[in-house]
């Protein structure tokens, strides 16, 4: 889920891509960089922290250029400690590279076994995207002919990424001396849009992983990267882009939508507000259904981005909405925040009841989503705390019962609450005295009714469906054996518990 920009201007690029990262900050607070290039130099500074602690003004002043890449990271593939594992990455070989990626590959363990044994390349770090990295480079050495780079080169390299990768990447990247590129995986799971600025000098371009980056920058949005597009930007400023995927299938990750974007921002032509309005929505006739509305005295939401569903939630069922939780604006998210310790101690230093909105109060409680409940448990025993006769609890997305391997950090189905459990025994967990969560047609209708070209989502993480096709439970059960250093529990026959996937056949993506 991490957060990139990629940018061509006619002045300094650092300062812009510092504003643009700190705007993206939400998306990835473990480390960031930044990159720069000056004629064929690059310049790169990286760390660990928030956007604001990596750079110092003598960091800044070390990044002269009028292109760049900046990226700050989440971890969700690798190791969430190891900094060496912060971007951008580089090569120096064909050309030099750098490059950031937000996303994360499904088939990394088989890439840098073709990296090491055909393509004879070394992989320093265990992130896979400093293996995008390479198979993009060794890409670029097989069509290139001698010392010089073409369009139809560099967009036939991106066709072989296509072919090699799996998984979800939105890319920018930097070879020296030729521009700036950028490219979207086949499927379109995670987001990337291009803006413009028209300026006395020439046309400015900036990508990033959300609009809201270009709002802030004063950059016209104008348009989306297609799924399986690539975009490149040369040093005269001219936009060039192909389609560069044999059968490219739109499905964004839906989660975008319910937690990791921003609600000012607008991806593939949605606004994440208005659809987090529309959950509102379709969760107040959700929550009609299951509990008497005369026994909810007050909606409140978990702070911040239930916001606008809670408050659609409230006018739908006429139940006044109420601000009940205080947020401490220096705490991070907790959701990606590495480790369960720290998020578990995270929501205390995060979150304050104003007491008087739950004392003899029957409360509604809305949050945007239970993904491993901690947060939820946390929550509810502070509304009873500060009072509250009972505490209702309503999820504006589907439970969460399956991992997302495409790059958000809920890889093990033993750290989501909602595996294995009915909704009563996922209340009894969190201590409300009822749950209501989001029907996923209802979460679906939620952005394809603001945008009726989407026909298809990426929702695996609530259905179990992965659209790349190549998720297995032996891909998972591998994922988890990693993570925990230990295989899973088997059942009595010595099998590992299974779970219902859809591996959708290439003839279903592509319908």
């Known amino acids: 889920m991490c957060g990139i920009l990629g940018v061509v201007a006619t002045t300094p690029v650092n300062q812009l891509l510092y504003d643009g990262l700190m705007v993206l900050q939400h998306r990835g607070q473990d480390a960031a960089g930044i990159a720069t290039a000056e004629g064929n130099t690059f310049h790169l500074h990286k760390g660990p922290g928030l956007v604001r602690d990596v750079f110092r003004t003598r960091n800044m002043r070390a990044l002269p250029g009028d292109m760049g890449i900046a990226h700050c990271r989440y971890p969700t593939a690798g190791s969430a400690w190891n900094f060496a594992e912060a971007q951008p990455f580089y090569v120096n070989s064909p050309f030099g590279i750098m490059l950031a990626h937000n996303g994360n590959l499904t088939n990394t363990a088989e890439l840098k076994e073709q990296m090491y044994r055909q393509d004879l390349r070394h992989i320093n770090t265990n992130s896979d995207s400093e ?13 290139a002919r001698g010392c010089r780079l073409d369009l139809d080169t560099i967009f036939a390299a991106v066709a072989g990424v296509h072919r090699r990768c799996r998984g979800a990447y939105a890319v920018v990247a930097m070879i020296a001396g030729y521009g700036l590129l950028a490219f979207r995986d086949p499927f379109g799971i995670r987001p990337l849009v291009i803006g413009v600025n028209e300026t006395p000098e020439g046309d400015e371009y900036l990508l990033a992983s959300e609009s809201v980056a270009l ?5 016209r949005v104008l348009r989306d990267v297609e799924p399986g597009e690539a975009v ?22 839906i989660f975008e939508y319910v937690y990791l974007a921003r609600p000012d921002s607008v991806i593939d032509g949605v606004s994440v507000y208005e659809t987090r309005l529309q959950m509102g929505e379709h969760l ?9 509305v005369s026994e909810i005295d007050l909606v409140i ?3 911040d981005s239930s916001r606008p569903s809670a408050m659609q939630l409230a006018q739908r069922l006429g139940i006044p909405y109420r601000e009940g939780f205080v947020k401490n604006r220096y705490i991070g998210r907790t959701f990606i925040m590495p480790g369960q310790s720290t998020r578990k101690k995270s929501v205390r230093q995060k979150l304050n009841t104003v007491g008087q909105e739950f004392k003899g109060k029957r409360v509604l409680l809305v949050d945007d989503s239970i993904v491993r409940g901690t947060t939820s448990r946390e ?5 009873r705390a500060a009072g509250a006769l009972k505490v209702y609890f309503a999820s504006a997305a589907p439970p969460v019962r399956y991992p997302n391997v495409y790059g958000i950090d809920m890889p093990t189905r033993a750290e989501l609450i909602a595996t294995g459990r009915s909704d009563e025994e996922i209340a009894r967990e969190i201590g409300a005295d009822a749950l209501v969560y989001q029907d996923l047609e209802a979460l679906k209708s939620s952005v394809r009714d603001l945008n009726p070209k989407l026909s298809r989502f990426d929702c695996s993480c609530f259905d179990g469906s992965y659209v790349t096709g ?21 059942n009595e026959e010595g099998a590992a518990p299974q779970m219902q996937l859809d591996l959708m056949s290439s003839e279903q993506q592509s319908s």
């Open 131 to 143: 293996v995008l990295l390479n198979v993009l480079a060794h890409e670029l050495q097989g069509v």
């Open 215 to 219: 709002d802030t920058l004063n950059f």
């Open 232 to 253: 490149f930007i040369d040093l005269r400023h001219q936009l060039h882009a192909r389609q560069c995927a044999d059968a490219p299938v739109h499905a964004p990750c």
């Open 284 to 292: 107040a006739d959700k929550v009609a259904e299951r509990i008497p």
């Open 301 to 303: 939401p978990i702070p």
């Open 379 to 383: 929550i509810v025993d502070m509304a």
């Open 470 to 490: 190549d998720v297995s439970p032996e891909y998972l059960d591998a994922i988890e054996t990693a993570r925990s250093g230990k295989p899973r529990a088997t």
